[in-house]
C-alpha cells in the first residue's frame, strides 16, 4: 500500500488545514450518504490511520476532512463488527489525540484535541517542516479489510439478510460473480456466468432459455434486486451490461419470500442491476460472434445537480444478427433503462424504468428414435416448420426508497412492476408411443406459443441496531407482498380452425404434426401422416391464474463480540392461488406456514470462520399438472456446515460447504414453455460437498475455481435424472505488469462435469448421457480508456449436451466459437 503525505508535520497551535481525504460516489447497493444510523458491516484492520480513514469513508460513502500532518503519526487499532459509521469511526480514532465532528450531513472533519491517549504514533521526521500549502488529498490506496467488490472477490451481500451484510458473517454458501469476472470470461447472458459457479447446471429450453438447477433443484425465476420475480425468464432478463453482479445463493430462500415457479429448494440466482450513481460514467460496450452477431450498448451515468443530491443512470444496448450452427436466424435485441435517484440528508429515492425486447432463435437439436444418444435423428432442421424463433417483450418498472429515523431506526422499501409478452415456435418430436412402436409417420411436430403475464413486488423493512456491551444486535421487521397473473381468467378450449388472436388467450400452445419422417430424412404424404396423428389442433391453456404470496418477516442477526454471528429469522408465509377447474367453476387454494431459519458463525480467527445453518423450504407450485389443476404444496429441509477462509492478505477466499436436503416430493417439468406442465415426482434427499475459491493469488493474477460432488437419492428408490456425481471449473485471468507485455492479459478456463441419466417422458427408458469438458481462452489488450479481447469458446469444438433432456428435445451445445469483446470509456 502507498499514499502520498507531502506534509509530515503540523505546528502545535497552527489551524486546522482541511483537504478532501475521501470522496466516493454512492454505489448501487451501499447505504446512502450519510446515513450515519444504518448500520454497516465493518472489517478493517489495523493499519495507518491514513489508510483505515480511507476505508471507513469508501465504505461508509463520506467525506472526511483532516490535515495531513494530522494524521501522518498515527495508526489506528482498526474497526469490525456490524456497526453505525460514528461507531466505527470512533474505534479507529481510538486512543489518539484525534476527535470527529460531523460538518454537515456528509461531511466529518477529523481534528487534533489535546487529550492523548495510548496510541503508538509512527516516527516523525524533524528535519521536515510543516508547509499549509502541501496538504494535498490522500492518494487511492488499496485498503486491505475494505469491504467492497474487489476483482474477482466480492466482501458483502444485501440479499440474504435484507441489509449489508460481510459474506464472512453469513452462515450460508453465497457465490457472488462480479463485472470483473464477467468481463473477463467474454460472458454474453446469465447462462454463462452461472457456468463456473459450484454446484450449478442449466438445461437449455424448446424457447432457448436456460432452466438452472441449484443443488440438483430447479431455481425457478429467481430474484432482481432481492425481489423475487413472479414469471422472468433469462431471456426477459436484460442484457449483462445493465447488470452490476449475480448472486448464486444456495439453500432454500422461502425465508426471503421467493415462492418463483417451480420448487427452489436447492437455492435461487439474483441479479442486482446498475443504479445511478455519484461517480461519472461514461462507457461503451461491444460484441461480434459467429452466433452471437454483432451487440453495442452504453452505460452512462453520473451527478445531475449541483450539489450532488440528484444522480443518474441510462443503460442501453442493441443486438441483431443472432443465428444457430442448423440456421435459424434473425435473432435481435434491444435495452434501455433509466434511472433516477435524489439523495437529501435522511432520504434517498429512486426510480427506473427498463424495456426488454428480445427475438431468439432457438438452440440447435435433435431427437432421439430410440433410448440412447447413438439413437439420434440425423436431421436437426425440419421443412415445413415454423422456425425456432421465440420473442420476449417485457417492461418493468422499479423504485427504492431508503429514510433514516431517530434512535437508529431506518425503513427501506422497494418494489417492482412488471409486464411481460412472449411468443415463438418451434419443432420437436411428440412422443406417444414406445420406441419399439417408432414408425416413419408423424414423429415431428410443430409448437407455436404465446404468453402474457403480469406480476407485481412490494417489500418493507423497518431495521434497528444496538448494543448492550459486547453484544450488537440488528433487528428487522418486514412486510412484503407479491401478486402474480398468469394465464387468462376464462375457461375454454380452441377447436380446429380458431386462431389464437381470435381465441384471446393469455397462454396458449398449439401443436401440429409435419409430415416428415425424423428416421430418413424424407417427407411423407399428409394423408399418411393424418392417419398417425389426430389433424385437430392441441391447444393448452393456463386456465388462468392469480398467485399472491405474503408475508410477515422477523430477523435478528447477533453479534457476540469478536467470535460469534449468529443469524435468527422467521417468516409466517401465505400462499393464495385462484384458478378455476376443469367444468369452469373458481378454485382457491390457500396454504400458510410459519418458515424458520437459524445460522452460527464462529470466527476462529480474523481471515477463518466456521457456520451452521438449517432452513426450511415451502414452495406452493403453481405449474399445472396434467390434469390442468395445480400441484401439490411441497416442503424442504437443509442442514449446512462450512468454512469461509480468507486467504492472500484477504485478496482470495475459500469456500467449503457440505450441505444435506430432504424434499418431501419433487417436481418433473413436462414442458418448459408456457404453461409449464408439470407431474409430481418423488421425494428427495440431495446431498453434496462444495469448494471454491476466487480472488487474487500473485500480482496481475486472479483465479475462481469450483469443484462439486453431490448424490440424489429419490425416495422411491427410482434413479435421478440430470445428476452427474462430479463437476469441476476453473478460471485464471493474468495481466502482465511491465516491460513490453504490460498491457497484454491472458485468461483461459475448462468446465467439465461427470455422466448423468435421462430418462424419456412416454415409457420411462432410461439414456447415458455423456459426461463433458469444454475449454475457452482468450487474450486483450489495454489502453489508457479501452480493453479489446479475443476470445475462443468450446476450443476442441466438443459436442456438449446438456445435463439432463428426454426424447423429445436434444439441445447440442454450439461447437468452436469466436467471440470480440471489448470497451473504451469516453
Given at each position: 500500500m502507498q499514499y502520498s503525505l507531502r506534509g509530515r508535520r503540523r505546528a502545535l497551535t497552527g489551524a486546522l488545514a482541511l483537504a478532501w481525504a475521501v470522496h466516493v460516489a454512492c454505489a448501487a447497493d451501499a447505504p446512502a450518504e450519510g446515513s450515519a444510523n444504518v448500520v454497516i458491516p465493518f472489517d478493517i484492520a489495523p493499519q495507518p490511520l491514513a489508510t483505515a480513514l480511507l476505508a471507513w469513508g469508501k465504505q461508509s460513502n463520506v467525506q472526511v476532512l483532516t490535515a495531513s500532518g494530522t494524521i501522518a503519526n498515527w495508526r489506528s487499532s482498526g474497526a469490525s463488527g456490524v456497526l453505525t459509521p460514528n461507531a466505527a469511526l470512533d474505534e479507529l480514532l481510538a486512543g489518539t489525540d484525534l476527535e470527529s465532528e460531523a460538518y454537515d450531513a456528509r461531511t466529518v472533519v477529523v481534528r487534533q484535541r489535546q487529550k492523548t491517549g495510548n496510541a503508538t504514533p509512527l516516527p516523525l521526521d524533524p528535519s521536515v517542516a510543516f508547509d499549509p500549502g502541501s496538504v494535498v488529498p490522500l492518494a487511492t490506496v488499496d485498503v486491505q479489510g475494505l469491504v467492497q467488490d474487489n476483482g474477482f472477490k466480492a466482501d458483502t451481500t444485501r440479499t440474504v439478510t435484507r441489509t449489508e451484510a460481510r459474506l464472512a458473517d453469513v452462515p450460508q454458501s453465497v457465490t457472488v460473480v462480479t463485472r470483473d469476472v464477467i468481463e473477463a470470461q467474454q460472458a454474453l447472458d446469465i447462462g454463462d456466468v452461472a457456468r463456473y459457479v459450484a454446484g450449478v447446471q442449466y438445461v437449455d429450453g424448446y424457447g432457448g432459455s436456460p432452466i438452472f438447477l441449484i443443488r440438483g433443484f430447479d431455481a425457478g425465476h429467481g430474484m432482481t434486486d432481492g425481489m423475487p420475480n413472479g414469471i422472468a425468464r433469462t431471456e426477459d432478463l436484460p442484457p449483462l451490461i445493465g447488470i452490476e453482479r449475480v448472486e448464486v445463493l444456495r439453500g432454500p430462500e422461502a425465508i426471503l419470500g421467493d415462492a418463483s415457479q417451480n420448487n427452489n429448494f436447492g437455492g435461487s440466482i439474483n441479479v442486482v442491476m446498475k443504479r445511478p450513481q455519484a461517480e461519472t460514467v461514461r462507457t461503451i460496450d461491444y460484441s461480434v460472434g459467429k452466433y452471437d452477431g454483432a451487440r453495442l450498448g452504453v452505460d452512462l451515468a453520473g451527478s445531475a445537480s449541483k450539489d450532488g443530491s440528484l444522480t443518474y443512470r441510462v443503460v442501453a444496448s442493441g443486438q441483431r444478427g443472432e443465428k444457430t450452427p442448423q440456421g435459424d436466424g434473425g435473432g435481435r435485441g434491444a435495452y434501455v433503462a433509466p434511472s433516477l435517484a435524489w439523495q437529501g440528508d435522511r432520504t434517498r429515492v429512486m426510480g427506473g424504468v427498463e424495456f426488454v425486447d428480445n427475438r431468439?432463435?432457438?438452440?440447435?437439436?435433435?431427437?432421439?428414435?430410440?433410448?440412447?444418444?447413438?439413437?439420434?435423428?440425423?436431421?436437426?432442421?425440419?421443412?415445413?416448420?415454423?422456425?425456432?424463433?421465440?420473442?420476449?417483450?417485457?417492461?418493468?418498472?422499479?423504485?427504492?426508497?431508503?429514510?433514516?429515523?431517530?434512535?437508529?431506526?431506518?425503513?427501506?422499501?422497494?418494489?417492482?412492476?412488471?409486464?411481460?409478452?412472449?411468443?415463438?415456435?418451434?419443432?420437436?418430436?411428440?412422443?406417444?408411443?414406445?420406441?419399439?412402436?417408432?414408425?416413419?409417420?408423424?414423429?415431428?411436430?410443430?409448437?407455436?406459443?404465446?404468453?402474457?403475464?403480469?406480476?407485481?413486488?412490494?417489500?418493507n423493512d423497518l431495521t434497528r441496531t444496538f448494543r448492550t456491551g459486547d453484544v450488537t444486535h440488528t433487528v428487522l421487521i418486514g412486510v412484503d407482498l407479491a401478486r402474480t397473473h398468469a394465464g387468462d381468467s376464462g375457461g375454454g378450449s380452441i377447436t380446429e380452425g380458431t386462431s389464437v388472436d381470435e381465441a384471446d388467450r393469455s397462454a396458449v400452445i398449439v401443436t401440429r404434426p409435419l409430415a416428415y419422417d425424423l428416421r430418413t430424412g424424407s417427407t411423407v404424404s399428409a394423408k399418411y401422416n393424418a392417419l398417425v396423428t389426430p389433424v385437430n389442433t392441441t391447444v393448452q391453456t393456463l386456465g388462468g391464474s392469480w398467485q399472491t404470496n405474503s408475508g410477515v418477516y422477523f430477523q435478528d442477526q447477533i453479534s457476540l463480540g469478536d467470535r460469534w454471528n449468529i443469524l435468527a429469522a422467521l417468516r409466517r408465509t401465505r400462499y393464495e392461488l385462484d384458478t378455476r377447474w376443469s367444468d369452469g367453476s373458481p378454485r382457491k387454494v390457500r396454504k400458510e406456514r410459519w418458515v424458520p431459519k437459524l445460522g452460527v458463525v464462529y470466527k476462529l480467527t480474523h481471515d477463518v470462520s466456521l457456520y451452521a445453518d438449517t432452513s426450511t423450504g415451502f414452495q406452493p407450485d403453481p405449474a399445472l399438472g396434467k390434469d390442468g389443476q395445480p400441484l401439490p404444496v411441497a416442503t424442504s429441509r437443509q442442514l449446512e456446515v462450512g468454512t469461509k477462509v480468507d486467504l492472500f492478505d484477504q485478496r482470495a477466499r475459500l469456500t467449503v460447504a457440505a450441505y444435506r436436503i430432504r424434499v418431501d416430493h419433487s417436481v418433473d417439468l413436462v414442458s418448459p414453455e408456457p404453461p409449464f406442465f408439470a407431474t409430481p415426482g418423488p421425494g428427495q434427499t440431495n446431498r453434496g460437498l462444495e469448494l471454491e475459491f476466487t480472488g487474487r493469488i500473485a500480482p496481475g493474477l486472479d483465479l475462481l475455481a469450483s469443484l462439486t460432488e453431490s448424490r440424489i437419492r429419490n425416495h422411491d428408490d427410482t434413479r435421478p435424472t440430470g445428476a452427474p456425481k462430479h463437476q469441476a471449473a476453473t478460471w485464471a485471468s493474468y495481466r502482465f505488469g511491465d516491460g513490453s507485455m504490460k498491457p497484454w492479459g491472458v485468461a483461459a478456463g475448462i468446465v467439465a462435469r461427470s455422466r448423468s441419466e435421462g430418462r424419456t417422458t412416454n415409457d420411462g427408458q432410461y439414456f447415458g448421457i455423456p459426461g463433458q469438458a469444454s475449454v475457452e481462452t482468450n487474450v486483450s489488450r489495454y489502453g489508457e480508456n479501452w480493453r479489446v479481447t479475443l476470445g475462443v469458446k468450446n476450443l476442441f469444438s466438443r459436442t456438449l449436451y446438456a445435463v439432463n433432456f428426454d426424447e423429445t428435445f436434444v439441445p447440442i451445445r454450439q461447437g468452436r466459437v469466436v467471440l470480440l469483446t471489448g470497451t473504451y470509456d469516453f
Open positions: 431468439v432463435p432457438g438452440p440447435e437439436h435433435t431427437v432421439l428414435l430410440g433410448p440412447s444418444l447413438s439413437a439420434a435423428s440425423p436431421t436437426r432442421s425440419v421443412p415445413g416448420s415454423p422456425g425456432d424463433i421465440s420473442t420476449y417483450r417485457t417492461v418493468r418498472g422499479v423504485f427504492e426508497v431508503d429514510h433514516d429515523f431517530a434512535d437508529d431506526w431506518a425503513w427501506h422499501s422497494r418494489g417492482q412492476y412488471v409486464r411481460q409478452h412472449s411468443n415463438g415456435s418451434s419443432w420437436s418430436y411428440l412422443s406417444s408411443t414406445p420406441f419399439t412402436a417408432f414408425g416413419s409417420g408423424a414423429s415431428a411436430v410443430a409448437r407455436t406459443f404465446r404468453y402474457s403475464g403480469t406480476y407485481w413486488t412490494w417489500q
